[in-house]
């Protein structure tokens, strides 16, 4: 079930419960444009995709963690891994026309305690796992939406 999404300063957002984190999250769907009063149609597809993942799901994260945690220089029980990320944010961005279930999750680390984690998927696919850096904000997503990535 589509949850209720109310439009803050920039985003639609709703409180969410999904299988595979043990807490309510929040849930942000980023406007296809400045001036429409609801997500796309596509933006909430994507939103009950998500909704959907199996409890299991959380253990995909695993491996794209752990790269990422060795890119940087301090070191957690790489068994553990889930004990030292905590996902705290799930963003459906702007799709344009691009056809595709991309969503991010977003949240904090005990490696990266100032930028957190940023994981890109294409559903249930891992594109991209490292610091928050806005990927979703920048130029460079519109090569991902236009299909150029």
């Given at each position: 079930?589509t949850p209720q999404f109310i439009m803050t300063r920039?985003?639609?957002?709703?409180?969410?419960?999904?299988?595979?984190?043990?807490?309510?999250?929040?849930?942000?769907?980023?406007?296809?444009?400045?001036?429409?009063t609801a997500p796309s149609s596509p933006q909430l597809?994507?939103?009950?995709?998500?909704?959907?993942?199996?409890?299991?799901?959380?253990?995909?994260?695993?491996?794209?963690?752990?790269?990422?945690?060795?890119?940087?220089?301090?070191?957690?029980d790489k068994q553990r891994i889930l004990n030292h990320?905590?996902?705290?944010?799930?963003?459906?961005?702007?799709?344009?026309?691009?056809?595709?279930?991309?969503?991010?999750?977003?949240?904090?680390?005990?490696?990266?305690?100032?930028?957190?984690?940023?994981?890109?998927?294409?559903?249930?696919?891992?594109?991209?796992?490292?610091?928050?850096?806005?990927?979703?904000?920048?130029?460079?997503?519109?090569?991902?939406?236009?299909?150029?990535?």
């Amino acid at each position: 079930m589509t949850p209720q999404f109310i439009m803050t300063r920039f985003y639609f957002e709703a409180t969410v419960w999904v299988p595979f984190v043990p807490a309510p999250l929040t849930m942000a769907i980023r406007p296809e444009a400045g001036d429409v009063t609801a997500p796309s149609s596509p933006q909430l597809e994507v939103a009950d995709f998500v909704l959907q993942l199996p409890a299991t799901f959380i253990e995909s994260l695993q491996a794209p963690l752990i790269s990422y945690m060795l890119t940087t220089p301090i070191r957690v029980d790489k068994q553990r891994i889930l004990n030292h990320a905590r996902v705290a944010q799930i963003l459906v961005p702007r799709l344009g026309a691009s056809g595709k279930r991309y969503f991010f999750l977003l949240g904090s680390c005990d490696w990266e305690e100032e930028h957190g984690f940023e994981m890109l998927f294409c559903g249930s696919q891992i594109l991209s796992c490292g610091p928050q850096e806005g990927l979703y904000l920048n130029e460079a997503w519109k090569r991902y939406i236009s299909g150029a990535a």
